[in-house]
């Protein structure tokens, strides 16, 4: 099994990649989803942002009101943090139970949006960043989001920068491109995970030699 780390900024077009990678084969862990299915209604998850945030975080039918709760977190790193180390445990609890019932040649793909900020790097054998200039970044959250420009920046900013997701990345993608130049990319990126996914299996066997806690990098294009 090779573990990958997907990440990128909001906005950056990650969830496009990620779709295009379950076509071409990996099986997906996406840290969003489950952070809704963690705070569901009548989930202890859901419970502990009440607790911290108030009865106004809850829509009229008793689900969280992610966008009420968003503009509150988002304006606020303090607060921001305190919701982190509510669902982050939660998140990654199940993450690890989705992982485990992966076949073991599989490739192992977490989406996961804040993987630089919670310094999660070390956890994957490869760490895949999706990367768009910033303008592009407001843009598509404005455009297609809408989100006003206030919210969108501030979401933004809540985030690493391009340069420090960039640090922790083996691979980058670039998206600030046409679809067809994506599709083209993320297929040989897909090549490169089964590459070394195959590597990595070989070594479990033990055929080439100890395993690795990382991949080595691959040039960033």
């Known amino acids: 099994m090779l573990k990958v780390g997907l990440t990128g900024g909001i906005g950056a077009g990650k969830s496009e990649v990620s779709r295009l990678l379950v076509e071409c084969g990996a099986v997906l862990i996406d840290a969003d989803r489950i952070a809704r299915e963690v705070v569901a209604p009548g989930t202890p998850g859901l419970a502990a942002v009440?607790?911290?945030?108030?009865?106004?975080?809850?829509?009229?039918?008793?689900?969280?009101d992610r966008p009420k709760l968003g503009s509150i977190v988002f304006a606020d790193p303090d607060r921001l943090a305190v919701l982190n180390s509510i669902v982050h445990p939660l998140v990654g609890a199940r993450s690890r139970e989705l992982e485990e019932a992966?076949?073991?040649?599989?490739?192992?793909?977490?989406?996961?949006?804040?993987?630089?900020e919670n310094g999660l790097a070390p956890l994957y054998d490869v760490v895949v960043v999706v990367?768009?200039?910033?303008?592009?970044?407001?843009?598509?959250?404005?455009?297609?989001?809408?989100?006003?420009?206030?919210?969108?920046?501030?979401?933004?900013?809540?985030q690493a920068t391009r340069e420090k997701r960039r640090e922790?990345?083996?691979?980058?993608?670039?998206?600030?491109?046409?679809?067809?130049?994506?599709?083209?990319?993320?297929?040989?990126?897909?090549?490169?995970?089964v590459r070394r996914a195959h590597t990595e299996e070989g070594r479990a066997d033990g055929v080439q030699g100890s395993p690795q806690s990382r991949a080595p990098r691959a040039p960033q294009e």
């Open 50 to 64: 009440v607790e911290a945030f108030g009865e106004e975080v809850l829509a009229g039918d008793g689900s969280l």
């Open 102 to 116: 992966a076949a073991g040649d599989a490739v192992v793909v977490h989406d996961v949006p804040l993987l630089t």
């Open 131 to 158: 990367d768009a200039d910033d303008e592009t970044q407001l843009d598509r959250l404005v455009r297609l989001r809408g989100m006003t420009e206030e919210d969108a920046r501030a979401r933004m900013a809540a």
């Open 168 to 193: 922790i990345a083996d691979i980058v993608i670039d998206n600030d491109v046409p679809l067809d130049v994506l599709q083209r990319r993320v297929k040989d990126v897909w090549d490169e995970l």
